[in-house]
Protein backbone atom coordinates (compact mmCIF):
# COMPACT_ATOMS: atom_id res chain seq x y z
CA UNK A 1 0.00 0.00 0.00
CA UNK A 2 1.05 3.73 -0.95
CA UNK A 3 1.95 5.50 2.24
CA UNK A 4 0.84 9.23 3.53
CA UNK A 5 3.83 11.56 4.57
CA UNK A 6 3.31 13.85 7.24
CA UNK A 7 5.08 16.93 7.71
CA UNK A 8 4.69 18.34 11.42
CA UNK A 9 2.55 14.82 12.19
CA UNK A 10 3.74 15.35 15.61
CA UNK A 11 2.41 18.80 16.14
CA UNK A 12 -0.77 19.72 17.91
CA UNK A 13 -2.95 19.38 14.80
CA UNK A 14 -1.42 16.67 12.88
CA UNK A 15 -0.47 14.35 15.80
CA UNK A 16 -4.64 13.99 15.81
CA UNK A 17 -4.94 13.65 12.24
CA UNK A 18 -2.42 10.68 12.43
CA UNK A 19 -4.38 8.91 14.93
CA UNK A 20 -7.80 9.39 12.41
CA UNK A 21 -5.64 8.07 9.53
CA UNK A 22 -4.20 5.43 11.56
CA UNK A 23 -7.58 4.27 12.90
CA UNK A 24 -8.70 4.42 9.41
CA UNK A 25 -6.49 2.13 7.95
CA UNK A 26 -4.00 4.20 6.09
CA UNK A 27 -0.24 3.81 6.56
CA UNK A 28 1.82 6.96 7.34
CA UNK A 29 5.29 8.29 7.38
CA UNK A 30 5.87 11.30 10.26
CA UNK A 31 8.06 13.64 9.30
CA UNK A 32 8.98 16.71 11.75
CA UNK A 33 12.21 18.28 13.75
CA UNK A 34 10.23 18.72 17.06
CA UNK A 35 10.97 22.29 16.90
CA UNK A 36 7.76 22.68 18.36
CA UNK A 37 6.89 19.02 19.36
CA UNK A 38 7.82 16.27 21.61
CA UNK A 39 8.99 12.74 21.11
CA UNK A 40 6.74 11.64 23.20
CA UNK A 41 3.26 12.49 21.35
CA UNK A 42 4.74 9.00 19.03
CA UNK A 43 4.58 6.54 21.85
CA UNK A 44 0.75 7.89 23.13
CA UNK A 45 -0.04 8.07 19.19
CA UNK A 46 1.21 4.34 18.83
CA UNK A 47 -0.85 3.37 21.97
CA UNK A 48 -3.85 4.64 20.87
CA UNK A 49 -3.86 3.21 17.55
CA UNK A 50 -2.33 -0.43 18.46
CA UNK A 51 0.18 0.29 15.57
CA UNK A 52 3.79 1.67 14.82
CA UNK A 53 4.45 4.71 13.93
CA UNK A 54 7.63 5.28 11.32
CA UNK A 55 9.38 8.95 12.45
CA UNK A 56 11.72 10.62 10.90
CA UNK A 57 13.32 13.71 13.20
CA UNK A 58 14.63 16.22 10.88
CA UNK A 59 13.78 19.54 8.79
CA UNK A 60 11.64 20.13 5.46
CA UNK A 61 14.78 22.08 4.97
CA UNK A 62 16.87 19.02 4.54
CA UNK A 63 16.68 18.63 0.90
CA UNK A 64 19.38 15.42 1.64
CA UNK A 65 16.81 14.17 4.07
CA UNK A 66 13.79 14.79 2.19
CA UNK A 67 14.59 13.19 -0.56
CA UNK A 68 15.95 9.94 0.85
CA UNK A 69 12.49 9.63 2.45
CA UNK A 70 10.64 10.30 -0.70
CA UNK A 71 13.09 7.46 -2.24
CA UNK A 72 12.93 5.16 0.55
CA UNK A 73 9.13 5.05 0.92
CA UNK A 74 6.42 5.26 -1.99
CA UNK A 75 3.84 7.78 -1.34
CA UNK A 76 0.87 8.97 -2.92
CA UNK A 77 -0.02 11.78 -0.66
CA UNK A 78 1.40 14.23 1.42
CA UNK A 79 -0.08 15.78 4.15
CA UNK A 80 2.06 19.30 4.94
CA UNK A 81 1.27 20.38 8.86
CA UNK A 82 4.91 21.61 9.00
CA UNK A 83 5.39 24.95 9.82
CA UNK A 84 5.77 27.66 12.75
CA UNK A 85 2.55 29.41 13.71
CA UNK A 86 3.14 32.31 16.40
CA UNK A 87 2.05 35.39 14.85
CA UNK A 88 3.72 37.76 16.99
CA UNK A 89 7.02 35.88 16.93
CA UNK A 90 6.37 36.07 12.93
CA UNK A 91 6.38 39.91 13.28
CA UNK A 92 9.73 40.21 15.69
CA UNK A 93 11.62 37.58 13.01
CA UNK A 94 9.99 37.36 9.69
CA UNK A 95 12.46 35.99 8.32
CA UNK A 96 12.33 32.49 10.54
CA UNK A 97 9.11 32.65 9.19
CA UNK A 98 9.72 33.23 5.48
CA UNK A 99 12.51 30.18 5.67
CA UNK A 100 10.82 27.65 7.81
CA UNK A 101 7.24 28.11 6.54
CA UNK A 102 7.92 29.66 2.80
CA UNK A 103 11.53 28.05 1.88
CA UNK A 104 11.24 24.76 3.48
CA UNK A 105 7.36 24.30 1.60
CA UNK A 106 9.33 25.24 -1.58
CA UNK A 107 11.91 22.25 -0.65
CA UNK A 108 9.25 19.52 -0.05
CA UNK A 109 7.23 20.48 -2.73
CA UNK A 110 10.60 20.44 -5.36
CA UNK A 111 10.99 17.08 -3.67
CA UNK A 112 7.83 15.51 -3.67
CA UNK A 113 7.83 16.96 -7.86
CA UNK A 114 10.79 14.96 -8.14
CA UNK A 115 9.25 11.72 -6.75
CA UNK A 116 6.09 12.06 -8.78
CA UNK A 117 4.35 12.55 -5.57
CA UNK A 118 0.92 14.55 -7.12
CA UNK A 119 -1.28 14.43 -4.41
CA UNK A 120 -0.88 17.32 -1.32
CA UNK A 121 -2.73 18.88 1.54
CA UNK A 122 -2.04 21.88 3.09
CA UNK A 123 -2.42 23.52 6.19
CA UNK A 124 -3.09 26.89 5.34
CA UNK A 125 -5.18 29.73 7.82
CA UNK A 126 -8.15 31.97 8.34
CA UNK A 127 -5.25 34.44 8.69
CA UNK A 128 -4.61 34.48 4.96
CA UNK A 129 -8.19 36.83 4.79
CA UNK A 130 -6.67 39.42 7.34
CA UNK A 131 -9.04 42.11 8.15
CA UNK A 132 -11.70 42.36 4.91
CA UNK A 133 -14.32 44.32 6.61
CA UNK A 134 -17.26 41.13 6.39
CA UNK A 135 -17.24 39.21 9.62
CA UNK A 136 -18.18 35.88 7.82
CA UNK A 137 -15.26 34.82 5.54
CA UNK A 138 -16.17 32.50 2.55
CA UNK A 139 -13.62 31.44 0.37
CA UNK A 140 -14.28 34.65 -1.94
CA UNK A 141 -13.45 37.24 0.82
CA UNK A 142 -10.47 39.28 -0.56
CA UNK A 143 -6.79 37.25 0.68
CA UNK A 144 -5.36 40.17 2.34
CA UNK A 145 -2.69 38.94 5.69
CA UNK A 146 -2.19 41.32 8.14
CA UNK A 147 1.26 39.51 9.67
CA UNK A 148 4.24 37.94 8.88
CA UNK A 149 2.60 34.84 9.50
CA UNK A 150 -0.34 34.87 7.31
CA UNK A 151 1.55 36.08 4.17
CA UNK A 152 3.63 32.91 4.38
CA UNK A 153 0.81 31.04 4.39
CA UNK A 154 -0.89 32.95 0.91
CA UNK A 155 2.60 32.98 -0.22
CA UNK A 156 2.49 28.72 0.25
CA UNK A 157 -1.26 28.75 -1.44
CA UNK A 158 -0.05 31.10 -4.31
CA UNK A 159 2.92 29.13 -5.22
CA UNK A 160 0.76 25.83 -5.06
CA UNK A 161 -1.79 28.23 -7.22
CA UNK A 162 0.72 28.66 -9.48
CA UNK A 163 2.22 25.11 -9.66
CA UNK A 164 -0.91 23.18 -10.50
CA UNK A 165 -1.32 25.41 -13.49
CA UNK A 166 1.71 24.57 -14.53
CA UNK A 167 1.38 20.97 -13.59
CA UNK A 168 -2.24 20.09 -14.29
CA UNK A 169 -1.67 16.40 -12.52
CA UNK A 170 -1.26 17.87 -9.23
CA UNK A 171 -4.42 17.39 -6.75
CA UNK A 172 -4.23 20.35 -4.48
CA UNK A 173 -6.45 20.80 -1.09
CA UNK A 174 -5.71 24.02 1.07
CA UNK A 175 -7.31 23.95 4.47
CA UNK A 176 -7.95 27.19 5.68
CA UNK A 177 -8.61 26.71 9.65
CA UNK A 178 -10.26 28.64 12.15
CA UNK A 179 -9.36 28.45 15.68
CA UNK A 180 -8.71 24.72 16.39
CA UNK A 181 -8.87 23.88 20.12
CA UNK A 182 -9.96 20.57 22.22
CA UNK A 183 -8.03 17.38 22.49
CA UNK A 184 -8.40 13.85 21.46
CA UNK A 185 -11.49 12.58 23.95
CA UNK A 186 -8.81 9.89 25.77
CA UNK A 187 -7.21 12.92 27.49
CA UNK A 188 -3.73 10.90 25.82
CA UNK A 189 -2.98 13.53 23.04
CA UNK A 190 -3.40 17.58 22.83
CA UNK A 191 -2.12 20.98 22.61
CA UNK A 192 1.23 21.20 24.24
CA UNK A 193 2.90 24.88 23.96
CA UNK A 194 6.22 25.31 24.83
CA UNK A 195 6.34 28.64 26.86
CA UNK A 196 3.72 30.91 27.85
CA UNK A 197 0.45 30.23 25.38
CA UNK A 198 -0.48 33.03 23.37
CA UNK A 199 -3.66 31.33 22.64
CA UNK A 200 -7.18 31.81 24.55
CA UNK A 201 -8.37 28.19 25.53
CA UNK A 202 -4.28 26.82 26.37
CA UNK A 203 -4.36 29.85 28.24
CA UNK A 204 -7.12 29.09 30.13
CA UNK A 205 -6.37 25.50 30.88
CA UNK A 206 -3.00 26.44 32.81
CA UNK A 207 -4.96 28.98 34.50
CA UNK A 208 -7.14 25.61 35.97
CA UNK A 209 -4.34 23.81 36.71
CA UNK A 210 -2.72 26.89 38.43
CA UNK A 211 0.26 27.03 35.87
CA UNK A 212 -1.01 30.59 35.61
CA UNK A 213 -2.26 33.07 37.81
CA UNK A 214 -4.81 34.54 36.25
CA UNK A 215 -6.11 34.86 32.53
CA UNK A 216 -5.71 38.38 30.85
CA UNK A 217 -9.10 39.17 28.55
CA UNK A 218 -7.66 41.03 25.55
CA UNK A 219 -10.20 43.98 26.03
CA UNK A 220 -14.15 44.36 26.34
CA UNK A 221 -14.78 47.63 24.30
CA UNK A 222 -15.30 45.70 20.88
CA UNK A 223 -18.45 46.23 19.01
CA UNK A 224 -20.11 42.84 20.12
CA UNK A 225 -22.51 41.39 22.21
CA UNK A 226 -20.65 41.73 25.66
CA UNK A 227 -17.79 43.91 24.26
CA UNK A 228 -15.25 40.69 23.99
CA UNK A 229 -13.69 39.31 20.77
CA UNK A 230 -15.43 36.84 18.82
CA UNK A 231 -14.31 33.90 17.27
CA UNK A 232 -15.03 30.10 15.26
CA UNK A 233 -13.95 27.76 17.66
CA UNK A 234 -13.20 24.40 16.49
CA UNK A 235 -13.07 21.11 17.89
CA UNK A 236 -9.66 19.50 16.73
CA UNK A 237 -11.13 15.91 15.99
CA UNK A 238 -13.18 17.96 13.83
CA UNK A 239 -10.60 19.18 12.26
CA UNK A 240 -8.50 16.00 11.44
CA UNK A 241 -12.02 14.77 10.12
CA UNK A 242 -11.81 17.47 7.54
CA UNK A 243 -8.44 16.31 6.29
CA UNK A 244 -9.84 12.86 5.59
CA UNK A 245 -12.44 14.25 4.26
CA UNK A 246 -10.52 16.63 2.18
CA UNK A 247 -8.08 13.39 0.76
CA UNK A 248 -11.49 11.18 0.04
CA UNK A 249 -12.72 14.70 -1.86
CA UNK A 250 -9.46 14.80 -3.53
CA UNK A 251 -10.06 11.28 -5.77
CA UNK A 252 -13.18 13.36 -7.24
CA UNK A 253 -11.95 16.85 -7.50
CA UNK A 254 -8.43 18.09 -8.18
CA UNK A 255 -8.49 21.23 -6.85
CA UNK A 256 -10.05 22.29 -3.04
CA UNK A 257 -9.75 25.19 -1.43
CA UNK A 258 -12.27 25.44 1.87
CA UNK A 259 -12.69 26.82 5.35
CA UNK A 260 -12.71 24.40 7.89
CA UNK A 261 -14.72 26.27 10.88
CA UNK A 262 -18.05 25.89 12.30
CA UNK A 263 -20.09 29.08 11.36
CA UNK A 264 -20.71 29.55 14.73
CA UNK A 265 -18.69 32.49 17.02
CA UNK A 266 -18.10 32.15 20.25
CA UNK A 267 -16.87 35.61 23.02
CA UNK A 268 -14.31 34.72 25.03
CA UNK A 269 -16.59 35.37 27.84
CA UNK A 270 -18.68 32.69 26.61
CA UNK A 271 -15.30 30.34 26.43
CA UNK A 272 -14.89 31.53 30.08
CA UNK A 273 -18.16 30.32 31.03
CA UNK A 274 -18.26 27.17 28.77
CA UNK A 275 -14.97 25.93 30.22
CA UNK A 276 -15.91 26.41 34.22
CA UNK A 277 -18.61 24.45 33.47
CA UNK A 278 -17.08 21.28 31.71
CA UNK A 279 -14.53 21.87 33.97
CA UNK A 280 -16.03 23.11 37.30
CA UNK A 281 -12.85 25.09 37.75
CA UNK A 282 -13.38 28.70 38.47
CA UNK A 283 -11.25 30.53 35.72
CA UNK A 284 -10.08 34.26 37.68
CA UNK A 285 -9.64 36.97 35.15
CA UNK A 286 -9.13 40.54 34.31
CA UNK A 287 -9.76 42.93 31.95
CA UNK A 288 -6.89 44.02 29.91
CA UNK A 289 -6.24 46.64 27.16
CA UNK A 290 -6.85 45.05 23.95
CA UNK A 291 -3.87 42.78 21.96
CA UNK A 292 -2.11 44.88 18.86
CA UNK A 293 -3.60 43.03 15.61
CA UNK A 294 -6.17 41.44 16.84
CA UNK A 295 -9.73 41.43 15.31
CA UNK A 296 -12.88 42.32 17.26
CA UNK A 297 -15.19 39.24 15.64
CA UNK A 298 -14.75 36.79 12.32
CA UNK A 299 -16.01 33.46 11.75
CA UNK A 300 -16.16 30.72 8.65
CA UNK A 301 -18.76 30.64 6.40
CA UNK A 302 -18.28 26.29 6.36
CA UNK A 303 -21.03 26.26 3.56
CA UNK A 304 -18.23 24.86 0.72
CA UNK A 305 -16.44 22.42 2.89
CA UNK A 306 -19.84 20.51 3.56
CA UNK A 307 -20.34 20.43 -0.35
CA UNK A 308 -16.80 19.90 -1.70
CA UNK A 309 -15.33 17.77 1.41
CA UNK A 310 -19.37 16.08 2.61
CA UNK A 311 -17.73 17.45 5.77
CA UNK A 312 -19.12 19.31 8.96
CA UNK A 313 -18.10 20.20 12.18
CA UNK A 314 -20.24 17.83 15.05
CA UNK A 315 -18.60 18.82 17.95
CA UNK A 316 -19.93 22.12 20.21
CA UNK A 317 -17.58 24.30 22.83
CA UNK A 318 -18.66 22.39 25.91
CA UNK A 319 -17.18 19.22 24.10
CA UNK A 320 -14.69 21.09 22.98
CA UNK A 321 -13.42 22.94 26.77
CA UNK A 322 -14.49 18.82 28.42
CA UNK A 323 -11.79 17.70 26.28
CA UNK A 324 -9.08 20.76 26.16
CA UNK A 325 -9.49 20.35 30.12
CA UNK A 326 -8.87 16.24 30.27
CA UNK A 327 -5.77 16.34 28.43
CA UNK A 328 -4.53 19.83 30.66
CA UNK A 329 -5.54 17.54 34.23
CA UNK A 330 -4.34 14.42 32.93
CA UNK A 331 -0.98 16.13 31.77
CA UNK A 332 0.13 19.23 33.67
CA UNK A 333 3.52 18.95 32.12
CA UNK A 334 2.30 17.76 28.73
CA UNK A 335 4.59 15.07 27.43
CA UNK A 336 7.33 15.49 29.62
P1 LIG B 1 2.30 22.69 15.91
O1 LIG B 1 3.40 23.64 16.14
O2 LIG B 1 1.77 21.93 17.07
O3 LIG B 1 2.72 21.63 14.78
C1 LIG B 1 3.61 21.94 13.75
C2 LIG B 1 4.68 20.85 13.73
O4 LIG B 1 5.59 21.12 12.67
C3 LIG B 1 5.48 20.78 15.02
O5 LIG B 1 5.51 19.44 15.49
C4 LIG B 1 6.87 21.26 14.61
O6 LIG B 1 7.89 20.62 15.36
C5 LIG B 1 6.90 20.91 13.15
N1 LIG B 1 7.78 21.74 12.32
C6 LIG B 1 7.85 23.09 12.26
N2 LIG B 1 8.75 23.49 11.36
C7 LIG B 1 9.27 22.36 10.83
C8 LIG B 1 10.26 22.11 9.85
N3 LIG B 1 10.92 23.10 9.26
N4 LIG B 1 10.54 20.82 9.53
C9 LIG B 1 9.90 19.80 10.13
N5 LIG B 1 8.96 19.99 11.08
C10 LIG B 1 8.65 21.25 11.42
O7 LIG B 1 1.14 23.49 15.18
P2 LIG B 1 -0.33 23.04 14.81
O8 LIG B 1 -1.24 23.86 15.61
O9 LIG B 1 -0.45 21.57 14.85
O10 LIG B 1 -0.39 23.58 13.31
C11 LIG B 1 -0.17 22.74 12.19
C12 LIG B 1 -0.24 23.58 10.93
O11 LIG B 1 -1.51 24.21 10.87
C13 LIG B 1 0.80 24.71 10.88
O12 LIG B 1 1.25 24.83 9.55
C14 LIG B 1 0.01 25.93 11.28
O13 LIG B 1 0.54 27.11 10.73
C15 LIG B 1 -1.35 25.61 10.69
N6 LIG B 1 -2.45 26.30 11.38
C16 LIG B 1 -2.55 26.17 12.74
C17 LIG B 1 -3.57 26.85 13.40
C18 LIG B 1 -3.67 26.76 14.91
O14 LIG B 1 -4.29 27.61 15.49
N7 LIG B 1 -3.14 25.75 15.58
C19 LIG B 1 -4.47 27.63 12.70
C20 LIG B 1 -4.34 27.72 11.31
C21 LIG B 1 -3.31 27.03 10.66
C1 LIG C 1 -4.48 33.73 16.83
C2 LIG C 1 -3.65 34.36 15.74
C3 LIG C 1 -4.10 33.79 14.41
C4 LIG C 1 -4.00 32.27 14.43
C5 LIG C 1 -4.81 31.74 15.60
C6 LIG C 1 -4.65 30.27 15.73
C7 LIG C 1 -3.07 36.59 16.60
C8 LIG C 1 -3.29 38.05 16.46
N1 LIG C 1 -3.82 35.82 15.79
O1 LIG C 1 -5.82 34.02 16.54
O2 LIG C 1 -3.31 34.30 13.37
O3 LIG C 1 -4.48 31.70 13.23
O4 LIG C 1 -4.34 32.34 16.80
O5 LIG C 1 -5.49 29.76 16.71
O6 LIG C 1 -2.27 36.13 17.39
N2 LIG C 1 -7.64 36.20 24.16
C9 LIG C 1 -7.68 36.72 25.43
N3 LIG C 1 -6.71 36.36 26.31
C10 LIG C 1 -5.69 35.51 25.99
C11 LIG C 1 -5.66 34.97 24.67
C12 LIG C 1 -6.64 35.36 23.78
O7 LIG C 1 -8.58 37.49 25.75
O8 LIG C 1 -4.82 35.23 26.83
C13 LIG C 1 -8.72 36.55 23.20
C14 LIG C 1 -8.24 37.24 21.93
O9 LIG C 1 -8.21 38.63 22.08
C15 LIG C 1 -9.28 36.75 20.92
C16 LIG C 1 -9.66 35.36 21.42
O10 LIG C 1 -9.31 35.33 22.80
O11 LIG C 1 -10.42 37.56 20.96
C17 LIG C 1 -8.96 34.24 20.70
O12 LIG C 1 -7.56 34.48 20.75
P1 LIG C 1 -6.50 33.39 20.25
O13 LIG C 1 -6.82 32.07 20.84
O14 LIG C 1 -5.14 33.94 20.51
O15 LIG C 1 -6.76 33.28 18.70
P2 LIG C 1 -6.85 34.45 17.61
O16 LIG C 1 -6.44 35.75 18.16
O17 LIG C 1 -8.17 34.36 16.96
Not at 10 to 28: C, E, M, R
Not at 149 to 165: A, H, P, S
Not at 188 to 216: S, Y
Not at 299 to 310: I, N
Amino acid sequence: MKKILVTGGAGYIGSHTVVQLLNSGKDIVILDNLSNSSLGVIKRIEDLTGKAVEFIEGDIRDRALVRATFEQHTFDSVIHFAGLKAVGESEAFPLRYFDNNVSGSIVLFEEMMRANVNQLIFSSSATVYGNPGSVCYTEETPLSPINVYGRTKLMVEDILRDLQKANPALRIALLRYFNPVGAHESGRIGENPFGKPNNLMPFMTQVAIGAQEKLMVYGNDYPTPDGTGLRDYIHVEDLAAGHLAALKALEQNASITVNLGTGKPYSVFDMIKAFEGASGVKIPYEVVTRRAGDLSEYYADPTLAKKVLGWEAQLGIDRMCADSWRWQKNNPKGYS
